[in-house]
């Protein structure tokens, strides 16, 4: 691994949906997560966010999932992973914010809940490339893709 990088493996179900495993480094910070999606969503939505440029603080490229509300199906009862890709400064520098955890799949579980937030710098030549590696994976032409940190 890079000093910083986000690395994504995809584990495709029978019913049209997968498992994004996510595995994110920062200096001596690491940590694994997954969730399941639609790729299908995940690219009309996060990888057409990637591409767009300027990239905004207000509409950051987003990826998120875990267990949705049965209340609310637009709400994250529990997020899993989450992944945001916004400005970090005025120079074009960009900001990878990822947030992982465990499940929880009963109340007294909480306690032992893990999570972890990761962020690290990047560009926006390393962000194209990870959209288009995000596709090939999606499309079973690659094992994995991976967005590299800037180089401090």
Same mark, same amino acid.
């Given at each position: 691994m890079n000093a910083s990088e986000l690395r994504i493996a995809y !584990? #495709? %179900?029978d019913d049209g949906t997968g498992k994004i495993i #996510?595995?994110?480094k =920062? &200096?001596?910070f690491s #940590? *694994? &997560? #997954?969730?399941w999606f639609n790729p299908d969503d995940v690219i009309r939505t996060f990888v057409a966010a990637?591409? =767009?440029?300027?990239l905004t603080a207000t509409t950051p490229a987003l990826i !998120? &999932? &875990?267990f949705w509300s049965k209340e609310n199906p637009a709400s994250l009862e529990q997020c899993h992973l989450r992944i945001a890709v916004k400005p970090y400064d005025s120079r074009g520098t960009l900001l990878v914010h990822v947030d992982l955890s465990s499940e929880v799949w009963t109340t007294p579980d909480a306690d032992l809940q893990n999570l972890a937030t990761i962020r690290f710098t990047t560009e926006y030549a390393a962000v194209d490339r990870f959209a288009q590696e995000l596709e090939g994976l999606f499309d079973g032409k *690659? %094992?994995?893709a991976v967005l590299t940190g800037a180089k401090s």
């Open positions: !584990e #495709a %179900d #996510a595995t994110v =920062s &200096g001596e #940590a *694994r &997560g #997954a969730a990637l591409r =767009s440029f300027p !998120e &999932g &875990g *690659r %094992d994995v």
